[in-house]
């Protein structure tokens, strides 16, 4: 790769990398990450659970996010806040993925960058949500209820609850979920 090109990768990087310095106001290595990895079947419910979160917040800001590297750190807080390099996390436009049977769409991924007397930034990646915010006790309960009341607006919801689904592969390719009807045989 020529220099000139492996300066502008990297500059776009730093982008990011710099948003989240500015907005944070302290030194990235010096933040909190908490992640939970939820059901598959809650896919659909994540994402508007998030934002109903951050309905009452004063300011909040959505960016979509992309990786080109798909295996080790990939998409994860850890390789939003660390040093920009080749394979680190940008700034991209926001991707949606279709929610079978309830035709919506649903964020692939998002970044939310928020102020609640804290800042923090919330990352969404499939079914895992991470957040970042102070290292300190204040920051540490903030993580801790947040998660908390996320499950219950998640739990609330049940997009999916009561229906038989596949969470399988169909032709070599992943799918999200698929829902089917129950089948009622002859006795």
Same mark, same amino acid.
């Not at 949606?96 to 919506?104: A, S």
């Given at each position: 790769?020529?220099?000139?090109? #492996? ?16 907005? @944070? ?7 909190? %990450? ?5 059901? =598959?079947?809650?896919?659909?419910? %994540? ?8 309905? +009452? ?13 798909? +295996? =080790? ?8 806040? =660390?040093?920009?390099?080749? #394979? ?5 436009? %926001? ?16 970044? #939310?960058?928020? +102020? ?30 947040? @998660? ?23 032709? =070599? ?8 009807? #129950? ?5």
């Amino acid at each position: 790769m020529a220099k000139l090109e #492996w300066e502008k990768q990297i500059a776009s990087k730093r982008v990011l990398h710099n948003k989240l310095k500015q907005f @944070f106001g302290v030194s990235l290595e010096d933040l909190h %990450i908490a992640t939970r990895n939820f059901r =598959g079947t809650s896919w659909p419910d %994540i994402q508007p659970a998030i934002e109903s979160y951050f309905a +009452v917040h004063s300011y909040v800001e959505l960016l979509g996010v992309k990786s080109e590297r798909s +295996v =080790g750190e990939g998409l994860c807080m850890t390789a939003l806040l =660390g040093s920009p390099g080749l #394979w680190s996390p940008e700034i991209a436009p %926001i991707q949606y993925d279709e929610v079978p049977d309830i035709g919506e769409r649903r964020l692939r991924n998002g970044l #939310w960058l928020a +102020v609640d007397n804290m800042p923090l930034a919330v990352l969404l990646h499939g079914t895992t949500v991470e957040i970042a915010l102070a290292k300190d006790d204040q920051g540490l309960r903030y993580s801790e209820q947040f @998660f908390k009341d996320l499950e219950n607006r998640i739990n609330a919801a049940g997009t999916f609850r009561g229906k038989a689904i596949s969470l399988g592969r169909y032709g =070599g390719r992943a799918c999200r979920c698929t829902r089917f009807g #129950w089948y009622r045989g002859k006795r």
